[in-house]
C-alpha cells in the first residue's frame, strides 16, 4: 500500500447510507472514491454469468481475481459500474445481487482476492472507501475512519425509496428482513466480521440528512492530519 497516500474509511452496515455519504465526501475533497460493496457485487454478476455457484468457494476467488471492473460518473454526477466495458450498474444495484455478495462476502478465499484491487484504488490526492471492513481489514492505517449506521427500521425504508426511485418493484417488509439477515451474517462472519475500528467515530444517521452527515464526516476529517 502507499501510505503516504491518505484515506477516508467509511465502513457501516447495508443501508446506512454510507455509499451517498460517501460519493458527496470524496467531490468534496476532490479525492478518488472505492465503492468496495460494489466490488463484491460485480463479483455476484460476473460469477452468476459464468454460472459459478456461491458454495464453489475457489472457483468464486477466481472470478474475483481476474475482475476488468471499472467505475465512472454519469452526465448527472451517478455511478456508473463497468463489467469489462458493459455498464452493469442496474444489476449490480438489485436485491437479487446484493443478497448474493453479503453471501460470498464471507469467503475468505474471495475476500483475499480482492484484497489487491481494492488496494489499487489508493492514489493521490487521497481516497475515500466505503464499505464493511475499510478501517479493520483493507486500510488499518486510514488518516480517518467512520462507523456509520442507522435503524433497521430507517435503513429498510431509505433502501426501499431507492429502489422505487430506480424502477425496482420491492416490498418494505422484505427490504426489512433482508437487512436483519445480512446484519446477522456480517456480523458473525469468521473473516472481517462488520464491527467499528477501534479507532473509528461512530455517527448514527437514523435522525440525520444526508448533508448533516456528509458535514460530520468532514468535521472528523478536517480534524486530523493525513
Known amino acids: ?3 503516504s497516500v491518505p484515506v477516508l474509511a467509511i465502513d457501516g452496515p447495508s443501508g446506512s447510507g454510507k455509499g451517498t455519504v460517501a460519493r458527496r465526501v470524496a467531490t468534496q475533497l476532490g479525492w478518488r472514491l472505492l465503492d468496495s460493496g460494489a466490488v463484491y457485487r460485480v463479483t455476484a454478476v460476473a ?18 481475481s481476474g475482475l476488468p471492473v471499472a467505475f465512472e460518473a454519469d452526465a448527472a454526477g451517478d455511478e456508473r459500474i463497468l463489467l469489462a ?5 442496474k444489476q449490480v444495484r438489485s436485491e437479487e445481487t446484493g443478497e ?37 481489514v483493507v486500510f488499518p492505517d486510514a488518516a480517518c475512519k467512520v462507523f456509520l449506521t442507522a435503524s433497521a427500521e430507517a435503513r429498510a425504508e431509505r433502501r426501499y425509496k431507492q429502489l422505487k426511485e430506480k424502477g425496482f418493484d420491492v416490498r418494505l417488509a422484505t427490504l426489512f428482513d433482508d437487512i436483519a439477515r445480512r446484519d446477522a451474517r456480517d456480523a458473525a462472519r469468521v473473516v472481517a466480521p462488520l464491527r467499528p475500528a ?3 467515530i461512530e455517527i448514527d444517521s437514523t435522525a440525520l440528512d444526508v448533508q448533516q452527515v456528509v458535514q460530520r464526516v468532514l468535521d472528523a476529517m478536517a480534524a486530523v492530519k493525513p
Open 1 to 3: 500500500m502507499n501510505a
Open 47 to 64: 460469477a452468476a454469468a459464468a454460472g459459478v455457484s456461491a458454495a464453489d468457494e475457489q472457483r468464486m476467488a477466481e472470478v474475483a
Open 85 to 89: 466495458g458493459v455498464d452493469i450498474t
Open 100 to 136: 448474493l455478495a453479503s453471501r460470498i462476502a464471507v469467503l475468505p478465499a474471495v475476500r483475499s482476492a480482492l484484497l489487491t484491487l481494492q488496494r489499487s484504488f489508493r492514489t493521490p490526492p487521497g481516497l475515500v472507501a466505503d464499505g464493511r471492513d475499510m478501517g479493520t
Open 198 to 200: 477501534a479507532d473509528a
